[in-house]
């Protein structure tokens, strides 16, 4: 089977899998400008961490397509304006930050060159931050499918699969490695409220790989638990602060409460490109609220009573007391968080 490509940048245009319609209509959103990559990023065509990593560094790069033929200073002072436009699609995964500042210090290093060799740079750069990705995924899915016993049930929540990635998913690749190195797994996707990454991504990538599965509702998640019927939790990061911290999906907090009480192993699954290492704590996490609408309206059909006030916070934070290990590119990391986490930088 051909490997899912979230990302694509063919003909000088980025082709996105319209990831607002998946899985009853598959259709590719095609970017020409960093204004349509930037709109991508912010409306959820592609979401995903390090999807949007990926994405943002090609925002870059159409950027300097557009501005290259200028006059020198103003082809830098546009590239900045831009870079600064894409920096702020969403707020959370900082993994968006981490890529517009990589591109940056491709633009910083090659002041002195023609503004065609930046822009060719520029090209390699998100070449390099796209593969990268790739090789990531991978490397987690290895460490990771090292915790996963044979016969597990795991709990997902969210989307972290090859759609929230470059490549072969965070979580979601820990569980595909698991089920091809012949493990006996069982998964149950969390359906996820408000934007349902679970029911309509989760599901159809667990669908495309065979992978015995069930969805189930967030709110069946702490009943699972309690029942002894859940082996593992494995979910992504948005952002993991130094003292281990992370923000995740809405929802995830409460999962690593009820996983400790019953004592249910709960990973993160998330790369190195994930950690704020400028961030000591979660305190410190911009957490995006998003539209009412999320919540008021179910499948474009108003739900809630018009004029009902929505709090609709888009990720959540869980203290690093409830993780049992971060997984990462580079091996399983454990307690004591910050001493190991700043091994990592
Ligand atoms: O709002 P989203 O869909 O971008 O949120 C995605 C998540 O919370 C994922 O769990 C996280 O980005 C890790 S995905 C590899």
Redesign the pocket.
Known sequence: MKELMAIEYKNNKLLLIDQRKLPTINEIFECTTYQDVEFAIRD?VV??????GATAAYGVVLAAKEFKDLERKEFFNNMDKACSILNKA?PT?VNLMWAINRMKSVIEQNKEMSVNDVYNNLKDEAHIILNEDIKTNRQMAVHGNEIVPNNAAILT????GAL??AGY???LGVIREAHKSGKNIFVFADETRP?L?GGRLTAWELKQENIPSKLIADSVAATLIRDKKIDLIL????RIAVNGDTA??IGTFMLSVVAKVYGVPFYIV?PTT?IDFDIDTGEEIEIEERADQEVTHVGGVRVAPEEMDVYNP??DVTPSENITGIITEKGIVREPYRENILKLK
């Open positions: 959820m979401r995903g961490a390090p999807a949007i969403r995964a929540h969210c989307n972290t929230a990635t998913g965070t979580a934007r990454q979910v992504g990061a948005d995740n999906k998330a994930t888009a990720f």
